[in-house]
């Protein structure tokens, strides 16, 4: 593990089914430089860019009851170029994702910012998004 400057050591979403969210999420980020990183098999599944912070690990939860989605939360993931995030976006729609936003343009949050919306499979809504210009 490297240390770097970023705010965030890791987030942690939900999954009621690991297997299944491990499959959408090694193809879904991916594009994004994304790897699964080593861990035994009782572990959960842990992602980073470059195998540094911040992590992103897939859990079922602790108290035994269902994952669910935080209703107005999502997880933005930053991407160099536009085609990363159609990439990102054809990776989650084949694997289960549902759509919550095609590849484009925002202008409401800026004249070069480009994102797509999926969902996973469990719910949890995710973006990845480009501040590049074409």
């Not at 705010?7 to 969210?21: E, Q």
């Not at 079922?60 to 999502?74: E, L």
Request: some cysteine.
């Amino acid at each position: 593990m490297t240390a770097s400057t970023a705010a965030f050591s890791h987030i942690t979403l939900g999954t009621n089914d690991p297997a299944r969210a491990t499959r959408f999420y090694d193809a879904v980020l991916k594009p994004l430089g994304f790897s699964r990183m080593p861990k035994p098999a009782d572990k959960p599944p842990c992602y980073a860019k470059n195998a540094e912070i911040p992590f992103l690990y897939l859990y079922k939860p602790y108290d035994g009851r269902p994952a669910t989605w935080g209703n107005g939360t999502h997880i933005a993931f930053l991407a160099e170029t536009r085609d990363e995030v159609d990439n990102f976006y054809v990776a989650a729609l084949d694997r289960g994702g549902i759509d919550e936003g095609p590849p484009g343009l925002r202008a409401d949050y800026g004249p070069d910012y480009y994102a797509a919306y999926v969902r996973d499979p469990d719910g949890n809504k995710l973006q990845a998004v480009c501040y590049a210009e074409e």
